[in-house]
């Protein structure tokens, strides 16, 4: 069973910038950020391949958010700029030993407990 831990979070102004991280236990392949606003559901926000050649975006970050990894650290990031009022959600960290970089949460095994973005106007 890997573990995935989350940080970075936090509150900010529009227009500011965030970086997440999350750390696994172990090898994971395809890593992934998805979110979710109060009374939404959880929705897809970036993924990224073991080799990092492979990278997929929701339409609404492309250009804003950026997802990298660090195999020898186990870790993936999210790098946020020019964040709106409309980012703000819980940002959770998945992970998958398949090697697919899906868009779908149910693709996903490894899930972290989640932080917090609040963008504030």
């Known amino acids: 069973q890997v573990q995935l831990v989350e940080s970075g979070g936090g509150l900010v102004q529009a227009g500011d910038s965030l970086r997440l991280s999350c750390a696994a236990s172990?090898?994971?392949?395809?890593m992934a950020w998805f979110r979710q606003a109060p009374g939404k559901e959880r929705e897809f926000v970036a993924t990224?391949?073991?080799?990092?050649?492979?990278?997929r975006y929701q339409d609404s970050v492309k250009g804003r958010f950026t997802i990298s990894r660090d195999n020898a650290k186990n870790t993936v990031y999210l790098q946020m700029i020019s964040l709106k009022p409309e980012d703000t959600a819980v940002y959770y960290c998945?992970?998958?030993?398949?090697?697919?970089?899906?868009?779908?949460?149910?693709?996903?095994?490894?899930w972290g407990q989640g932080t917090q973005v609040t963008v504030s106007s």
């Open positions: 990224i391949s073991w080799s990092g050649a492979i990278t």
């Open positions: 998945a992970g998958d030993r398949t090697n697919v970089a899906a868009t779908e949460s149910r693709s996903y095994t490894y």
């Open positions: 172990g090898r994971t392949n395809t």
